[in-house]
């Protein structure tokens, strides 16, 4: 056998967007403020995926800003209104959603203004970029001005919303339900290459094809595709935390071993956009979804490697080296016994 | 204690101070200097949060004494440009979303930054050998490559500065690639994490945990402790109403502070809160915890054997959650298959190993308001256990999410909180607790473990007809997230597939080992992993193509779920094509073609490297390994 073994694999997978069996939802608050700016209030946002430039996205082109003109005011029971928890994928469909609705309202009230004092239909009003115009006519104000105008009115523009997203729970007999409203595909392919004197392997690369409704911001959403990708190749090779007899052997990252920059595959990501049916913005979620796939899509690639299947994680070097010592022949006889068996079923 | 006088320069500013002798640097800088852009990710010298530059160059400043430090330049993010300003560096982390929590990214720049100091035109591999002592656990390195080649491209000329500025917008805000909004005080070191904030006359907490498993506790004696100087108040579940003290996501069977008995190694039984973090842990090593052992269980099909140690009495079986999903019939769907496949996969359990350990404040405000400032990923939920333990109104009970440095899901149980609140509330200052790594890694969940027992049956065209899937999960010793994680691991368990006959079975079991709660997937990975290798498993029994057995039962719409969803979207279809097309997947049965195959080693992979053996410094004329 050749030391070096290079060999690919795919796994499939699904997920399910916002919390499971239940109804979830969201509240938020938005004001288009002086200066042409805007206040965004909600209740949970950033832990680190990219959410809160996400909702500066999706409040300032419903509202007609810059995102760097939405100032978001989060993460504050006593402050903000509820938007439930940051996971389960839920934040950009749920919050997001929200966020839109809110925005909506408050260039509503805005626009029902502007319209008034130009004389002209609401619906003929568009806004971008911090601009307000007019369609087919000449009137062309920036914000800042529409909000002046607005104000000097009596008007304060604001809005406020909730965004729901149906789940039901699970029958407590055969599990029957409805858990999500939306759910997301992926497909990723990896390639390896297994050392069998050691038993390392090393992932050189990672095709990653995630349905992610849409993207609002797709360099947020190859971050969140690559973070999951390396969560899911520590789990496949190398992460472990483990106890004996309920005290850890893992307390440390000297024992707990994690990815770092030397063992990342080149991954090259796909977007796809199925848009969702069910929610205004059409977006989905992709936090969670991106490394379900990871560990399989390698684990089927060592197997095409080298000839044995790791089926427990995380397949270390001593196990693979293990799994090459103990390789039975069984896999290929069962190959050989199920080919028979179909000549067979043909022949009857 | 004596003090230990030191002269040095940060940020090119003479420093003159009177320090604390057993200080590290990282202390000194951050508690003395109140320069918290060097973060404690693990206090020994793993993950590189702490990095910094001494007299040049890049060292982990947890690993250095302070006295060490003297007479040395020192320059820590901070000092990196002018206040309001970043270097082309930050600017390309910036411009590619190299900054996500954030939480490791002041280090990650000062190890990039020394990249091109020592190397103004390392090459790519020499960038990754380079930023190999830092750890980032939420982008996958990838945008961080990224901008330090980006940055290394600019400052030498190659491409010009305006590559920095953001993309100009087209006629929509969404799909643009808009800078992280976030990003600016991340590459920068401003943003504040709980760990950084100081507040007015704000005293220390530490805890006690438990060293057993499985243990009564006979009695606990604070006295000790109490009577030290610098302790203001010592705490033990005696100080939580005991008639609502319990908290969980889904069953509400966690004590504040170990109540009766403990239920895993790391478990909180006392905390003390002093007027700095010396004395608090001083303190806490002066209560004395009489307990007896008990018997534990440790496998979870151990645990749910007759006889076996019960964890929790609510649960003699100790079962925390059984979740079945049954769809059409499986014994008729076996004896229709040609084909039956059995077999069995394991998952481990899994640290979330967000760089930021746990951290918080509590303090109560003017209107009596007890207010918890913390990294929690729940604060809706928190605020209401939180009430309903101290029997406060909800809206006395006030929780704000501080700057979140990672979380994936480990940062969902209020394993502190309710600590923090109560010392709050008893001593009326505010109240810090600042976890160690270790701390963080015994006492937060885990991803669940995961046993699956699998049977799939299929016809020779790659249909399946049916599916058996058992999975036992390792649940620990407090219920956490398990129901959900069991819920979705069922829901999710045969994959993107339409089966139409199936018995599916997930259950979660206490044990005395440390948790498992949520983290990322949320059993939807443990359950997927066994589906897949089966699917290729299958695909080699059968000899067909893995794309295409998938193709044969993937959902579309109109596809009923495992729980009999009827889908009115579904997009594996395109998800599969465009795998198959990207890869450049060369058909064939997966059955050990690696070396046959000619898709392999595009220029969409990376090279394979020998860790640790890449690269020489060029500086030097003799082969200097640097990793």
Redesign the interface.
């Known amino acids: 056998m050749e030391r070096k073994l290079r060999g690919r694999g795919i796994a499939a997978s699904w997920y399910g967007i916002a919390r499971t069996a239940t109804i979830d939802r969201a509240g938020a608050w938005a004001e288009l403020d002086d200066g042409g700016t805007a206040k965004i209030v909600t209740g949970v946002t950033e832990i680190g995926e990219g959410i809160l430039t996400l909702l500066a996205q999706v409040a300032a082109d419903e509202l007609g800003i810059k995102p760097s003109e939405v100032t978001i005011g989060d993460n504050d029971t006593a402050r903000s209104p509820e938007a439930a928890h940051a996971g389960a994928t839920r934040q950009t469909y749920m919050i997001g959603n929200a966020v839109h609705l809110a925005s909506q309202e408050a260039k509503k009230h805005l626009f029902e203004q502007l319209a008034e004092h130009w004389n002209v239909e609401v619906d003929t009003l568009q806004s971008f970029d911090g601009e307000v115009w007019s369609n087919d006519t000449n009137l062309r104000i920036t914000m800042e001005k529409a909000v002046a105008i607005c104000k000097s009115r009596g008007v304060v523009p604001v809005g406020s919303a909730s965004f729901t997203a149906h789940g039901t729970g699970l029958d407590p007999v055969d599990g029957s339900g409805s858990p999500w409203q939306t759910y997301v595909f992926g497909t990723q392919v990896a390639e390896v290459e297994v050392d069998t004197y050691t038993g390392e392997v090393q992932v050189l690369g990672i095709w990653a094809v995630h349905d992610v409704g849409r993207a609002i911001n797709p360099r947020g959403v190859e971050g969140q595709i690559e973070g999951g990708v390396v969560q899911g190749l520590g789990q496949a090779l190398m992460e472990n935390y483990e106890t004996v007899n309920g005290h850890t052997t893992t307390h440390g990252f000297a024992k707990y071993i994690l990815p770092t920059s030397l063992d990342i595959p080149q991954i090259n990501c796909t977007l796809i956009e199925d848009k969702d049916p069910l929610s205004p913005l059409g977006a989905k979620g992709i936090g969670e979804p991106s490394l379900v796939p990871t560990a399989p899509a390698i684990m089927n690639a060592i197997y095409d490697a080298i000839g044995v299947r790791m089926k427990s994680l995380p397949a270390t070097p001593e196990k693979i080296l293990q799994a090459l010592k103990d390789k039975v022949p069984g896999r290929e006889h069962f190959v050989h016994a199920a080919r028979e068996q179909r000549a067979q079923a043909h022949r009857n | 204690m004596s003090k230990l006088k030191i002269n040095l320069e940060v940020n090119n500013r003479k420093v003159s101070r009177e320090t604390e002798p057993h200080k590290r640097l990282l202390d000194f800088l951050r508690d003395d200097l109140n320069l918290t852009g060097a973060k404690e990710g693990?206090g020994?010298g793993?993950?590189g949060t702490c990095s910094v530059f001494v007299d040049g160059k890049l060292v982990k400043s947890c690993l250095m004494p302070v006295a060490k430090a003297a007479g040395t330049k020192i320059e820590t993010i901070e000092g990196l440009a002018e206040p309001g300003t970043l270097t082309p560096m930050q600017k390309a982390f910036y411009k590619?979303?190299a900054s996500?929590?954030?939480y490791c990214i002041p280090g990650m720049v000062m190890a990039a930054t020394s990249a091109l100091r020592e190397n103004p035109s390392a090459g790519i591999e020499e960038?990754?050998?380079r930023?190999?002592?830092?750890?980032c656990?939420?982008?996958?390195?990838?945008?961080?490559?990224e901008a330090v080649e980006l940055a290394r491209d600019v400052i030498a000329g190659d491409i010009p500065q305006e590559a920095l500025e953001e993309d100009a917008?087209g006629?929509?805000?969404?799909?643009?690639?808009?800078?992280?909004?976030?990003a600016p005080s991340k590459v920068s070191g401003r943003l504040r994490y709980a760990a950084d904030i100081k507040m007015h006359d704000m005293l220390q907490l530490q805890v006690l945990r438990s060293p057993?498993?499985?243990a009564k506790i006979i009695s606990i004696d604070t006295s000790d402790a109490e009577a030290m100087e610098g302790v203001v108040c010592v705490l033990t579940s005696d100080d939580v109403p005991a008639q609502t003290d319990g908290f969980g996501v889904f069953v509400h069977d966690q004590p504040i502070m170990a109540r009766g008995k403990v239920r895993?190694?790391?478990e909180a039984v006392a905390a003390v809160a002093a007027e700095d973090l010396v004395t608090a842990r001083r303190a806490v090593a002066k209560i004395k915890v009489v307990y007896e052992e008990l018997p534990?269980v440790?496998d979870p099909e151990d645990a749910m054997k007759s006889g076996a140690a019960v964890v929790h009495d609510y649960a003699e079986n100790n079962i925390v959650k059984h979740?079945?999903?049954?769809?059409g019939d499986v014994e008729a769907g076996f004896a229709n298959a040609?084909?039956v496949l059995e077999?069995?996969?394991?998952?481990?359990?899994?640290?979330h190993?967000y760089l930021e350990p746990e951290a918080g404040i509590a303090y109560v405000d003017p209107d009596d308001?007890i207010v918890v400032m913390s990294?929690s990923?729940?604060?809706?939920?928190h605020?209401h256990m939180l009430a309903h333990i101290l029997g406060k109104p909800i809206?006395k009970?006030?929780?704000?999410?501080?700057?979140?440095?990672?979380?994936?899901?480990g940062?969902?149980d209020m394993i502190y909180q309710g600590m923090l609140a109560i010392a709050a509330i008893k001593t009326h200052r505010p109240v810090q607790l600042n976890f160690t790594?270790?701390e963080s890694?015994?006492a937060s969940a885990?991803?669940h473990p995961s046993r699956t027992h699998y049977k799939m049956g299929l016809k020779?065209n790659g249909e399946i007809t049916a599916i058996q899937f058992n999975m036992i999960s390792d649940g620990g010793a407090y219920g956490m997230s398990s129901e959900?994680v069991m819920?979705?691991a069922?829901?999710?368990s045969c994959?993107?597939y339409e089966v139409h006959n199936l018995s599916?079975d997930t259950t979660a079991v206490y044990?005395?080992?440390?948790p498992s709660g949520?983290f990322?997937?949320?059993g939807?990975?443990q359950a997927?992993?066994a589906?897949?290798?089966m699917?290729?498993?299958a695909a080699?029994?059968?000899?067909m193509d893995?794309?295409e057995i998938?193709r044969v039962n993937?959902?579309k719409i109109g596809s009923k779920?495992?729980?009999?969803?009827e889908?009115?979207?579904?997009?594996?279809d395109?998800?599969?094509d465009?795998?198959e097309t990207?890869?450049r997947?060369e058909k064939g049965t997966?059955?050990?073609?690696?070396?046959k195959?000619s898709?392999?080693?595009?220029d969409?992979?990376?090279?394979?490297?020998t860790?640790g053996a890449r690269f020489t410094n060029n500086k030097n004329s003799d082969n200097e390994r640097v990793a």
């Open positions: 693990c020994a793993e993950c590619t979303g996500q929590c954030g960038i990754k050998e930023l190999g002592g830092n750890i656990r939420c982008t996958g390195y990838t945008k961080i490559f917008v006629s929509s805000y969404i799909g643009h690639n808009v800078r992280r909004i976030d057993h498993p499985h895993h190694v790391g534990g440790f979740i079945p999903v049954r769809k040609d084909i077999d069995d996969f394991s998952t481990q359990q899994v640290e190993a308001v990294p990923q729940n604060i809706t939920h605020r809206n009970v006030r929780f704000i999410m501080s700057a979140v440095g990672g979380g994936f899901g940062k969902e790594r270790e890694i015994i885990k991803r020779w959900g819920r979705k069922a829901i999710l994959g993107p599916v044990t005395n080992n440390t949520a990322r997937t949320f939807g990975m997927q992993f589906t897949e290798s699917m290729d498993m080699e029994a059968l000899e893995p794309f998938r993937m959902m779920t495992h729980t009999q969803h889908l009115s979207a579904a997009s594996l395109r998800c599969l465009a795998a990207e890869s997947w997966p059955n050990v073609r690696g070396n195959r898709d392999l080693g595009g969409d992979t990376r090279a394979p490297c860790l």
